[in-house]
């Protein structure tokens, strides 16, 4: 049995449709992301798949249990972590999980003893006795998450569980989400962050303007957008835009320049080794110097952007039609 099926979800909150007639299927005992940028829709699909909003029309199951018709069986399975922390700042780490442990059933011993397991967990025993608003962001994140899973649920709703956090905090968190998921539960992710979702997901739907755009697994949605992408280093900034124009003609592909002023990439789109040998043959001729290139798959940042780019000029003509 699949975690999520949906067909045709939409929710409209006056002129806007905020989900529009989005399909996921997503199976069980893995994580799967949805990426997209701010305002995509993401955190209006999770509120509506943990029945905090009720589906304007659409069909959504959880583990086969209809979110319109049968809610509460559907929150008896799931938990969710939305992208700020939920914990009280005046309690300590250890008070806050047995309050939440309390609230959900548990005897006052059974509370403690789980608390103190998964402190430990997660790395925040030394700070259990702490209160929360003396905890760093990274430390708040993680006992949010724990919080979470005080119940293991079967399946864990994450709302960009590292929005803010520092490298370090969110390889962290990331070592959670896998070790959550070793442990039978099924997460669907929600993020920004393209290198998250190449980490962490199995398989991964991108989202734009309430749609869901492109689906599948990282190398497909990269094998989506080109074979391959061209890197390149110049010796000389100056010779950048000449050799955007040589690559334009040798490659026939756009060519985008990087934040790095001596850097360009290509996306390529059949005989990729072949294209990149001429090409870098024809820059040698034109007497440009090329310090470093790589020949490789397509980046999810290069397949994020060129997806969200072919939907907005989509978008564009529509309303020019």
Do not use: C
């Not at 996921?24 to 509120?47: C, I, Q, S």
Request: glycine residues 8%; aromatic residues 4%; negative net charge.
């Amino acid at each position: 049995m699949n975690a999520i099926e949906t067909s045709g979800l939409v929710k409209v909150f006056g002129d806007t449709r905020a989900v529009d007639g989005v399909d996921l299927t997503v199976p069980a005992g893995a994580v799967y992301g949805l990426l997209g940028p701010n305002g995509a829709g993401k955190t209006t699909t999770v509120r509506l798949l943990a029945t905090l909003l009720r589906p304007d029309d659409g069909e959504a199951r959880v583990f086969g249990r209809d979110v319109r018709t049968d809610p509460d069986s559907v929150r008896q399975l799931v938990s969710l972590t939305g992208q700020y922390a939920s914990v009280d700042e005046d309690l300590t780490g250890t008070e806050n999980l047995i309050l939440l442990g309390r609230l959900l059933g548990h005897t006052r011993v059974h509370a403690r003893n789980r608390a103190a397991q998964l402190l430990e967990a997660f790395g925040l025993t030394d700070a259990a006795a702490k209160q929360v608003k003396h905890y760093s962001g990274g430390m708040r994140r993680r006992l949010d998450i724990a919080a979470s899973i005080l119940n293991t649920p079967k399946l864990l709703f994450l709302d960009e569980p590292t929005t803010g956090l520092d490298p370090r905090s969110r390889n962290q968190v990331w070592d959670i989400i896998r070790a959550i998921v070793a442990h039978g539960t099924t997460v669907l992710l929600t993020t920004q962050y393209l290198d998250e979702a190449d980490q962490l997901a199995s398989r991964i739907a991108v989202i734009d303007h309430g749609k869901v755009i492109a689906e599948g697994t990282k190398g497909e949605l990269k094998a989506s957008v080109g074979v391959g992408s061209v890197h390149l280093r110049l010796r000389d900034a100056d010779q950048r835009p000449q050799a955007q124009q040589v690559l334009k003609r040798a490659l026939d592909a756009d060519v985008l320049l990087d934040s790095d002023p001596v850097a360009l990439t290509a996306r390529l789109t059949v005989r990729a080794h072949e294209q990149a040998a001429e090409a870098l043959a024809q820059l040698a001729r034109e007497g440009i110097t090329v310090d470093t290139f790589s020949l490789g798959q397509p980046s999810l940042d290069e397949v994020f952007l060129a997806l969200t780019d072919k939907t907005d000029k989509t978008d564009k003509k529509e309303a020019a039609a």
